[in-house]
């Protein structure tokens, strides 16, 4: 059974910082491409960071959160991490880790961010 665990949300005021991190179990970390989705109340899920297989030598992110966030990936420790930096309020969302690889494609549950005074 295939788990992913996200973990590093929480409170942050306007500013602030915030590592969240996507933990996997499977056997082979590395053959998967990694992609950090957020949604908040009422919108549509949004890829906000993605980093390739392998080594991660690739990286994408949404326009919105270019220059303030950072994907990158650990495959010894089988986890994937977003630095988030200068947040703000419009950050707010519950963020989600993403695995594909081929036309399989992996969900975790979602751990919660929320950027307010």
């Known amino acids: 059974q295939l788990q992913l665990v996200e973990s590093g949300g929480g409170l942050v005021q306007p500013g602030g910082s915030l590592r969240l991190s996507c933990a996997a179990s499977?056997?082979?970390?590395?053959?998967?491409?990694v992609n950090w989705y957020r949604q908040a109340p009422g919108k549509q899920r949004e890829l906000v960071a993605a980093?390739?297989?392998?080594?991660?030598?690739?990286?994408n992110y949404a326009d919105s959160v270019k220059g303030r966030f950072t994907i990158s990936r650990d495959n010894a420790k089988n986890t994937v991490y977003l630095q988030m930096s200068s947040l703000k309020p419009e950050d707010t969302a519950v963020y989600y880790c993403?695995?594909?690889?081929?036309?399989?494609?992996?969900w975790g549950q979602g751990t919660q961010v929320t950027v307010s005074s």
């Open positions: 980093i390739t297989s392998g080594s991660g030598g690739y990286t």
């Open positions: 993403n695995l594909r690889h081929g036309l399989l494609e992996y």
């Open positions: 499977v056997s082979i970390f590395s053959i998967y491409a």
